[in-house]
């Protein structure tokens, strides 16, 4: 069974902070995604890496896939309270059959205080 | 863009009520997931279809079924609902397997 660990759980931070969080695994992924899901509501998703070591930007949010593609890394820059919401990461691995699907971790909380 | 509907946003039943959550997407994925969203356990993956009639179960599925007789719907059936079945329910679509999901704007079943 493929894990992926997320950390913080929680996190909570003032306004203009910077902040990163975590995902990580002893699996190789062949894609990696981060989704945001705000309460009451469904995961959207907000970016996917495929590349060890790909790094991509979303404004002000930079996601990195690790070279070997068993860990994942969220960073913000000047966080906003619009950014408050669970982010959970999800491993894809494709095995070749018709059954595969993703593994998620179980979220970091994150709360921007104004 | 990608639109993954259910049915209800909320729902109360009864312990022992049979319970179906229907789910509609309209990309003509041919994946489709159902998760149950729990504080503390994150999702889990209660079924998942990859084809028309086909299923396969996921890590909880004990009193669970599923039905997908149409490529666009998976519907998921509580057989006889309990308390510990009180959760947020997630409909989830993709192209294939492991990639990027797209999900409804979830259930959440309250059991009573």
């Known amino acids: 069974t493929q894990l992926l660990e997320q950390s913080p759980q929680f996190l909570s931070i003032q306004e203009g902070e910077n902040l990163t969080v975590y995902c990580n695994s002893s699996s190789v992924f062949s894609s990696l995604q981060w989704y945001r899901q705000e309460p009451g509501e469904g995961p959207v998703l907000l970016v996917t890496v495929v590349t060890g070591g790909e790094v991509k930007k979303l404004k002000r949010l930079t996601f990195q896939f690790g070279d070997a593609r068993k860990d994942s890394s969220l960073h913000i820059t000047a966080a906003q309270p619009g950014d408050t919401g669970l982010y959970l990461c999800a491993g894809g691995a494709y095995s070749g059959g018709g059954a595969d699907g993703l593994t998620f971790g179980k979220g970091t909380h994150l709360i921007i205080q104004p | 863009d990608v639109k993954v509907t259910q049915s209800s946003r909320y729902l109360v039943k009864r312990t022992g009520e049979k319970v179906f959550l229907e789910c509609v997407q309209d990309?003509?994925?041919?994946?489709m997931f159902w998760y149950r969203q729990d504080p503390g356990l994150g999702l889990r993956l209660i079924y998942f279809s990859y084809d028309v009639k086909m299923k396969e179960k996921g890590d909880i599925p004990e009193g669970y079924s599923v039905s997908r007789e149409k490529k666009e719907r998976f519907s998921l059936i509580l057989e006889s609902a309990s308390t510990n079945q009180t959760s947020m329910y997630l409909c989830?679509?993709?192209?294939?397997?492991?990639?990027?999901?797209?999900f409804g704007q979830g259930t959440r079943l309250t059991v009573v």
């Open positions: 989830a679509s993709s192209l294939w397997g492991p990639s990027e999901a797209f």
């Open positions: 990309m003509d994925h041919e994946n």
